[in-house]
């Protein structure tokens, strides 16, 4: 092995920790990819038809952007677990594993062979993550779950309402993406604990528990107002268009509003009674918005940024992600990393904060694009991956091309 293979290798606080990502779609593969940026190892296990979030949104080729944004890095295995030599294979693979992540619906992975039950008296120092739509059990256990189920039934529509009282769904993958970030820290703390005591464990969570905590802040001030508080909390606190772009513009307290008055020359405002406090200006909002609104669409946003930022004023442009991607703070802290990914191209990625050292990014596999090389590398023989291809409960797939 080279120089530049042994460092790669050895990138990351979980560097040589294997995990075995068997999870479709979005929490269950983004909690994997989390432990790759954190240098794990991590095989992506797939079906023959692949994982179903490679046909489910923007799709290009063999990929799409959220099996892209999940899954790179990873080495990719096709299994047939239909077939009794690929669950057996299935198995062996987990028996070899540190870490197990599935989120297929309760009793699924068990019938599979690779249930908790199955491996943990076989390997207790495994940490195996189980990722579900309501829970294990329960008179919900076995129903669909989605993203915009999520929303729906966890109270995430019911708080992103609009100012008519419709509820609204949130225009990201909110509740898959939160409940990746839960399970990773679970399995994250399930590891420290491990490397304490030798003792792997059990981590089970769903999308209906994650969607709960990440509105603890929204349940608790339901409970304490025993109504939803609707709108901005202050005012002005809105939208507010230019002659060429948007503008998020908002005060929060008098000083906040004092500055808001100096940028935009507007002392009459600081001696008007009625905008003395926020409760006086909340209830002439209407108005305060108006006059606000006017004012500011008769230049575009960099005349208005320039006042504002002088004057330390709340304030942002609204920016798409190519604007995002010109932001002058996000050059500065390396917000975005080139992603190569071959038969799609050079793709903008968002890797995770708080990296002691960022890993060099490495595409999302083919369905089985390293079937041979993983189980070679996990203790399989030679003669026994061939008769797994001829039995046809391994697929070995293409490499990519590199893009053009």
């Given at each position: 092995m080279d120089s530049a293979v042994a460092a790669e290798v050895n990138h990351g606080p979980f560097s040589g920790l294997r995990v075995l990502d068997i999870s479709q779609g979005i929490?269950?593969?983004?909690?994997?990819?989390?432990?790759?940026?954190?240098?794990?190892?991590?095989?992506?296990?797939?079906?023959?038809?692949?994982?179903?979030?490679?046909?489910?949104?923007?799709?290009?080729?063999?990929?799409?952007?959220?099996?892209?944004?999940?899954?790179?890095?990873?080495?990719?295995?096709?299994?047939?677990?239909?077939?009794?030599?690929?669950?057996e294979a299935l198995r062996r693979l987990a028996d070899s594993a540190d870490v197990l992540i599935q989120n297929f619906r309760p009793g699924v992975a068990a019938r599979m062979g690779v249930g908790y039950q199955d491996l943990a008296p076989r390997a207790p120092g495994l940490v195996y993550v189980s990722i579900s739509g309501y829970g294990e059990d329960g008179p919900y256990a076995n129903a669909p779950a989605s993203d915009s189920v999520m929303q729906a039934d966890s109270g995430l529509m019911y708080a992103n309402q609009d100012e008519a009282g419709v509820p609204r769904r949130i225009g990201v993958l909110m509740a898959d993406i939160a409940t990746a970030l839960y399970a990773a820290q679970a399995a994250m703390a399930a590891l420290y604990r491990q490397a304490r005591t030798g003792t792997g464990g059990h981590v089970q969570l769903s999308l209906f528990q994650a969607c709960a905590a990440l509105q603890a802040n929204d349940i608790l001030a339901y409970g304490m107002a025993g109504a939803r508080r609707a709108g901005p909390v202050s005012a002005p606190n809105g939208v507010f268009d230019t002659t060429d772009g948007r503008l998020s513009v908002l005060a929060l307290n008098n000083d906040q509003f004092a500055r808001l008055c100096r940028a935009l020359e507007r002392p009459e405002w600081l001696l008007?009674?009625?905008?003395?406090d926020n409760a006086g200006r909340m209830e002439r909002r209407e108005e305060l918005h108006r006059e606000l609104a006017a004012q500011l669409a008769t230049r575009p946003s960099s005349h208005w940024t320039e006042r504002l930022t002088r004057e330390d004023v709340l304030h942002a442009r609204v920016r798409d992600y190519d604007d995002l991607a010109s932001h002058a703070q996000a050059a500065h802290v390396g917000l975005l990393q080139t992603l190569v990914q071959p038969g799609v191209g050079n793709l903008p990625y968002a890797p995770l904060p708080g990296l002691a050292q960022r890993r060099p990014l490495a595409a999302s596999p083919a369905i089985g694009q390293h079937s041979r090389e993983v189980l070679g590398d996990w203790g399989w023989s030679p003669p026994e991956i061939q008769a797994l291809l001829a039995a046809g409960a391994l697929v070995q797939g293409c490499a990519q091309k590199e893009p053009r």
């Open positions: 929490a269950g593969p983004y909690c994997a990819q989390m432990l790759w940026q954190h240098g794990a190892e991590v095989v992506k296990v797939e079906p023959p038809a692949g994982d179903w979030g490679r046909h489910v949104g923007t799709v290009a080729g063999a990929h799409s952007a959220l099996s892209t944004a999940y899954n790179a890095g990873k080495r990719g295995v096709c299994l047939d677990a239909r077939h009794p030599a690929g669950r008007d009674p009625a905008y003395a």
